[in-house]
């Protein structure tokens, strides 16, 4: 089995903040999508860094993991603030 991994980019602009979570099976392509505008619509034309990322044993762990952390708004406010500094 290929490892999946989950992940939190964040961008900033201004004063505004925001997060973006998302699962693949190759980080540096999917941070590199992102980046070009290839990746999600809604991370278009941002520039996006990783925040946090997780290995998981499978694809579907990560994507299991990857619903928690959308719903886990207190840790993806606290990696946000990473940008605000």
């Known amino acids: ?3 999946g991994f989950v992940y939190v980019l964040g961008s900033r602009r201004r004063r505004d903040c925001r997060t973006y ?3 693949t099976l190759d980080l540096e392509r999917r941070l590199q999508q992102h980046n070009d505008g290839t990746g999600a619509k ?3 034309g ?3 860094v ?3 990322a997780e290995r998981c044993g ?3 762990e990560a994507m ?3 619903w928690h952390l959308k719903r886990d708004r207190k840790f993806r406010a606290m990696l ?3 940008l605000r500094s």
């Open 1 to 3: 089995m290929t490892p």
């Open 21 to 23: 979570v998302g699962w």
């Open 42 to 44: 809604s991370t278009r």
């Open 46 to 48: 941002r520039v996006w």
């Open 50 to 52: 990783l925040l946090y």
């Open 58 to 60: 499978t694809g579907p």
């Open 64 to 66: 299991s993991r990857e």
């Open 80 to 82: 946000a603030g990473a």
